[in-house]
């Protein structure tokens, strides 16, 4: 301790200052500089304040106020009633908070696991990083939602399972990412100076490496939780996630469908929601992944990556001379 | 006689005729080889995974099928009809002997009762789910084509016309149609062609039993809409990137300053360099439906694997459950190595013999 006590210092005071809230801060105002950005956090916004406020002005949820779809504006409320006559404003309020927290529990181990792994096979090297992304190969190789709902279906249906499950199906994106973003940074000079230094390898990973993972970790964090709440959603509509007495948005569509034709408000209000929580979260997580990308050095090899649709546009073929050729005939 | 390896390699790749002797030894060849084998591997291990997230987790299979009100005793006998009582990677090994020579069990679900495993009259899980597959192919490759052309079509249209309304505005839709559920997407689409607006197509697609979705076309129109919806953005994108990118260089410049009319320019000059990232991510929707079809095809009711597997998971049937997780696996495995050969075909610059 004592013998490295002073040298990282004197280094980290001559490297890029790698101030943690500094680069997170500068992240979040470039894409909150942007009008993709502006908007999506606005709308995310909107839907999360429903969503965790919305309970405080719901009637009972479950209660019954007559008939079966009743038309809006009876004793059901102003959306009117659902598929057993309850009203579906009140559970609309009441629908939404269940979602956005599993899926933040699930985002939040998706985060730590992928880095974890990610980290480690990027350092440890060799059998460790073959076996960790052998791993990753594996998870990828059975969509998401099929997995989540294989785990469920010999269970059952529990909230964390749900989070084991979703977290498991985006950790390797994660891992991918970091892997790559790890090796990146691992091969600049000042992090291979430290090293030389005689930096214990734990303490070059910690003080050095981990502040540089920071902003495509940001990235991940907001582009997972956007997959996630999508995931987290589509199980509730199959049946598999929250259990139907509970109000929940996806669950309230799959009950509510067969009265289209008589209240069209209980499967439109939480599409509606569902719909404008989605976009907003995607948006504002792609205005970080370009926020990213233009904020230096530490973002270019991570961003192919992270914005998953892209990254194949990044194709390693110039245009040929061949192409010339036959273009001037 | 065919040349030594090393002659090989140093040829140039233009000279495809004389090639034929050793085409295996082609770089091609041994990607596929190579990602074959990885992919081999990969599936076991998924195998593995399938298995032991079915049955061995608690709440196993014998409780599964029973409920959890099952007595211990009647839990107790149907684990040792279903062989429960033997090691687990002795049961594994069995299991996977049989999956790999196509015989996934026999269905639990009611129409044949607990306790007939092993019986031969009861229905095979692969016949019982094979019948679906072509309703889940018909879906997939109608979306693939659609989505596919349309994507091509207008992310070209968009990039000729830079900055302009159809390009904006398609960039402003196709953000908001990427970021969509599918089951809200498809919810959309029920409200708006089957119920509240208009009723031109059916809400759900019952097919009656033994029929193809092939005769009933208008049962297909609303679930490949759906689809489309979701999976055209992604082409859409990236053809209008690889397109802008394309038109910025040189050549294309040149071929302009010449004469050649638009029309040529995209199809014959740009669109062919354009189209290796287009091909990737044709190939990642493919594998995006391979999972998408579930939500898809539970909300129309629609006869294919998907809701095949959301009826086997609520019924808990496990042999139908692990048989379709690793059909579609496979299909996953296949498709990647098929993309990665095709951005190879296309991409002159590796135009290697073709097998």
Not at chain 1, 208 to 228: D, G, K, N, Q, Y
Not at chain 1, 284 to 292: G, K
Not at chain 2, 281 to 296: K, T
Request: proline share 6%; net charge neutral; hydrophobic share 50%.
């Amino acid at each position: 301790m004592s013998a490295n006590a002073t040298t990282p210092d004197v280094i980290a005071a001559k490297a890029p200052r790698a101030g943690v809230g500094g680069r997170a801060g500068r992240l979040l105002r470039g894409a909150l500089r942007t009008r993709r950005g502006q908007i999506g956090l606005l709308l995310t916004l909107v839907v999360v304040g429903i969503a965790f406020l919305g309970p405080l002005f719901a009637g009972n949820p479950t209660a019954l106020h007559g008939g079966p779809f009743e038309a809006p504006g009876g004793q059901a409320g102003a959306l009117g009633g659902d598929s057993l006559g309850r009203s579906v404003l009140d559970r609309v309020l009441d629908g939404g908070w269940r979602i956005l927290l599993i899926s933040a529990a699930a985002t939040a181990m998706a985060i730590v696991l992928g880095s974890v792994a990610g980290v480690v096979a990027a350092y440890r090297g060799g059998f460790a990083d073959t076996v960790i992304m052998r791993t990753v190969d594996v998870l990828l190789g059975i969509p998401s939602l099929v997995f989540v709902l294989m785990l469920l279906s010999v269970v059952g249906s529990h909230a964390w399972l749900v989070i084991v499950g979703v977290g498991l199906t985006q950790a390797p994106q994660v891992a991918r990412v970091l892997r790559a973003a790890a090796q990146d940074v691992s091969e600049r000079d000042y992090v291979k100076a430290v090293a030389a230094w005689g930096v214990p390898p734990r303490t070059v990973i910690r003080r050095h490496v981990i502040p540089s993972l920071l902003t495509p970790l940001m990235v991940e964090c907001a582009l997972r939780l956007s997959f996630s709440i999508i995931l987290v959603a589509s199980l509730s509509f199959l049946g598999l996630g929250t259990q139907p007495p509970t109000a929940d948005w996806g669950v309230m569509i799959n009950e509510n469908r067969v009265g289209l034709a008589q209240n069209v408000w209980g499967v439109l209000a939480p599409a509606i929601l569902l719909a404008t929580l989605a976009v907003g979260t995607n948006m504002f997580s792609d205005a970080i992944a370009r926020a990213n990308l233009s904020s230096g050095p530490a973002g270019d090899p991570t961003l192919q990556m992270a914005l998953s649709a892209s990254n194949v546009a990044e194709g390693d073929e110039p245009v040929g001379l061949e192409a010339i050729d036959e273009g001037s005939q | 006689m065919a040349p030594p390896a090393t002659a090989e390699v140093q040829r140039p790749p233009e000279s495809e005729e004389e090639e034929g002797a050793r085409w295996w030894q082609s770089p091609i060849a041994q990607m596929v080889w190579k990602r074959a084998l990885l992919g081999i591997l990969t599936l076991v291990l998924i195998a593995v995974i399938v298995y032991f997230a079915t049955t061995v987790l608690p709440g196993d299979a014998a409780t599964a099928i029973l409920g959890q009100s099952a007595t211990p005793a009647r839990v107790a006998k149907v684990e040792a009809e279903l062989g429960l009582e033997q090691p687990v990677v002795q049961r594994f090994v069995e299991w996977f002997g049989h999956a790999i020579r196509g015989d996934f069990g026999t269905s639990l679900s009611a129409a044949a009762p607990v306790g007939s495993h092993g019986g031969s009259a009861k229905e095979a899980v692969t016949k019982l789910v094979n019948e679906k597959l072509l309703n889940s192919v018909v879906l997939i490759g109608v979306t693939a084509i659609v989505s596919t052309l349309l994507g091509i079509l207008a992310g070209m249209y968009a990039a000729f016309r830079r900055d302009g309304v159809f390009d904006t505005g398609g960039s402003v839709a196709a953000l908001i149609a990427s970021a969509l559920p599918e089951f809200v997407v498809a919810i959309f689409v029920v409200m708006l062609f089957a119920v509240n607006v208009f009723a031109w197509f059916p809400a759900l697609s019952l097919l009656p039993p033994g029929e193809s979705i092939l005769s009933h076309l208008n049962m297909l129109v609303l679930p490949v809409l759906a689809l489309v919806i979701v999976t055209t953005p992604y082409v859409f994108r990236m053809t209008r990137g690889a397109m802008i990118e394309v038109l910025d260089t040189d050549y294309v410049e040149f071929a302009r300053m010449k004469g050649v009319s638009p029309r040529k320019i995209a199809f014959r000059h740009a669109l062919p360099n354009a189209l290796a990232p287009v091909i990737q991510v044709v190939g990642l929707n493919l594998l995006y439906l391979a999972g998408g079809i579930v939500l898809v095809e539970a909300i129309f009711s629609y006869p294919g694997v998907g809701l095949a597997l959301v009826e086997a998971i609520n019924g808990r049937d496990v042999p139908t459950i692990q048989y379709i997780v690793l059909m579609l696996a496979v299909f996953y495995v296949i498709l990647n190595i098929v993309t990665d050969v095709g951005v190879l075909l296309v991409t002159p610059r590796r135009r290697y013999p073709r097998s």
